[in-house]
């Protein structure tokens, strides 16, 4: 094989294993930012009941601007329960960001804010 092809061959396998490990492609819609987050952050564990609403706002790289911010909260379950799902959720945040966007994405929201909210649902109230 000549080197050219040896590149391409080693570029396409490159491309099957990312594939393969699920590194998602740069968000290009906020639909496809929702989806990657909600994909990342997967879903929380705590005390049936429990809602966190989360603010915050990204740079045009897809990294954190400033500081989240709780603008909601309603915890059911014990303090311990409580301080578990808050900490996921925390973990959550510094697991998925800097999250993979576009330039043109990152133009349209960068300094914007976007809420993400995690609820737990209890077994009464599944539908």
Known sequence: MRIGQLSALAALLGL???ASQGVAAPANTLQDLFANLKRCMGPQSGPPGSQLTVVFSLR?????????????????GDVEGQRKFTAGVAAAFDRC?????????GGALAGRPIALRFVIVGRDQES
Do not use: N, Q, V, W
């Open 60 to 76: 045009r790289d897809g990294s954190l601007l400033g500081t989240p911010r709780i603008s909601f909260s309603k915890f059911g």
């Open 97 to 105: 960001l800097p999250i993979a966007i576009s330039d043109g994405l």
């Open 16 to 18: 099957a294993l990312g």
